[in-house]
């Protein structure tokens, strides 16, 4: 087991000796890694894009991956659910700008598994259809499931019961934040749809994260009344029960969700909400089990990312731990 730092993934990936019989499978995060442009320069004012730039690094990066079509698996782990990802590759697409998708994306920092068999097609059309009805999402939820008695079609009903019993409405929002990258996927877009006045107006919105984690925003004033959230979350966890092994995070004041309050609800695994390490640490059993010449690489960049970085996570495996990899990237951005 090996981590290196280094401030660029393509340059890594050059230097990297692949195995002689089997395959790298890359696990690499989205932001500041896979994707080294920022947010802003490709998301908010067109005439800021670095065309040239961005054209140069992805090509060369399409000509990496074609040299090693069959020996390079990239699955993208990110923090953003499907909508945001989807939502930045349309402003690549805005921008007449293209890059190299993988068919298997992780959103939400180790949850739900989407794949899509034709993604390239995103850049033609604009649409392409990502999808967590696979089997790799199933066996993922299954195997969660009896570890953690994690049922998210059930829990989610348990949710809106909850919220239900306490008067709240209800959204259903594909993105609960504010910026306006985000346009009529965004909470604010949803809040102004239906008339609803973010700082008193007495709404939950239930972000779309799948089925292995939910993301719940409430309204600005909701930061005043602790003690009213302390007994919603309460609720929560009487309703979860006791067979339930889960993470339960209150943030005030989340920048993101326009300062209101928000909750975030995970399965828990060792005492830890479900991570990026989750999927990293399968495969790496897997091979190591199977006894493959694959070498398995995490790389990323920010603190989401370091669970799968840490060498440590992987000291219980038995085997050849000379199968993993693991990238940091130090960012400018």
Known sequence: MQLI????????????????????????????????????????????????????????????????????????????????????LEHIRRNEAHIPLPQ????????????????????????????????????????????????????????TSVLNSFNFQVLEVPINEFSSTYEELSLKYYLDKYGLDHETSHFASIQDDGLLGYHIAFCKNMNNNENYLANFCQEISNALESRVSYSLQTTLYDWQAGYGPSIRLLPSIDGKPLSKLYDVKECLKNVIENKTDDLVIAAGDNENDMPMLVLESYEDLKGETNKFLGIQIISNH
Request: with cysteine.
């Open 104 to 159: 298997k994306i992780i959103i939400n920092n180790g949850g739900d598994i989407y794949q899509c068999n034709n993604p390239e097609k995103f850049f033609v059309c604009g649409y392409a259809e990502y999808s967590n009805y696979n089997q790799d999402a199933q066996n993922k939820r299954a195997e969660i499931k009896k570890l953690t008695g994690w049922d998210g079609s059930d829990i989610k009903n348990k949710i």
């Open 5 to 88: 730092k280094t401030d660029n993934l393509l340059s890594s990936l050059y230097r990297i000796q692949f195995p002689e019989k089997g395959k790298v499978i890359l696990f690499a995060d989205f932001d500041g890694t896979f994707m080294p442009f920022s947010h802003e320069s490709v998301c908010t004012d067109r005439s800021k894009f670095p065309q040239e730039e961005f054209s140069r690094y992805f090509g060369l990066f399409s000509e990496f991956l074609k040299k090693n079509e069959n020996r390079l698996e990239i699955i993208i782990t990110t923090g953003r659910n499907l909508p945001k990802f989807m939502a930045f």
